[in-house]
């Protein structure tokens, strides 16, 4: 059965003119998500999917990475946060890939270690678009409030997937599983703020021996 929407999601933007763009929309059954982004932005954001604690990590994405992001996402979370955290993922991931377009003069590579009280963790990206994902992170409680917090790995792996990003997240310690997860997401930030930089050394070269990434 359909999914019944209340709200249109289509064309949405990002403040300002000038920057690396992009734009992207997914419907499914279960799902459907709008998302704009500006690589080359200021961290505004104006998030909203429905779950409280997503919209917390991916505004964490937004300002500490200065990607200016506006999503829209609606789904069955009547169900539960899955397809809907997924989605997002995705749909994040597909408008990172169309905005770095063919990654010439990009930086590539970023890493970042971020303590977080009690907590530190470690993330390192390849803008490479040959996806991977390691995810060295437990956590000691199956819910944060109301999200499961498996579902953390899926965002991070459909993001890695659709952005074209050989990540490694690595949680060293923590108690606060808050903490925890909040360094993730800050890592990926500060991690791709200096990954999908331009190279003023190298503004019209692929940062490859091959050529292409």
Request: include cysteine.
């Amino acid at each position: 059965m359909n999914l019944p929407m209340a709200t249109t999601t289509t064309q949405l933007t990002t403040p300002g003119t000038g920057g690396r763009r992009a734009s992207v929309e997914r419907a499914t059954k279960e799902t459907r998500i709008a998302a704009a982004i500006n690589l080359d932005g200021t961290g505004v954001y104006d998030i909203k999917t429905g779950i409280g604690f997503l919209d917390h990590m991916l505004e964490q994405l937004s300002r500490h990475s200065l990607i200016d992001i506006t999503l829209r996402a609606e789904g069955d979370l009547h169900i539960d946060y899955h397809h809907t955290t997924e989605d997002a993922g995705i749909v994040l991931g597909e408008c990172l890939s169309k905005a770095l377009g063919d990654r010439k003069g990009i930086r590539r590579y970023g890493s970042a270690t971020i303590p977080m009280d009690e907590t530190l963790t470690e993330v390192a990206l390849d803008a490479s678009n040959r996806p991977y994902l390691i995810w060295k992170v437990e956590f000691t409680k199956p819910k944060l409030g109301t999200m499961d917090t498996e579902l953390f790995k899926e965002w991070f792996q459909a993001f890695a997937q659709l952005g074209g990003l050989t990540l490694h997240v690595w949680n060293h310690y923590g108690e606060n599983n808050h903490h925890i997860v909040e360094s993730c997401f800050k890592g990926i930030a500060r991690a791709l703020r200096v990954a999908v930089e331009i190279d003023t050394r190298q503004t019209m070269a692929v940062p490859s021996t091959k050529g292409v990434l």
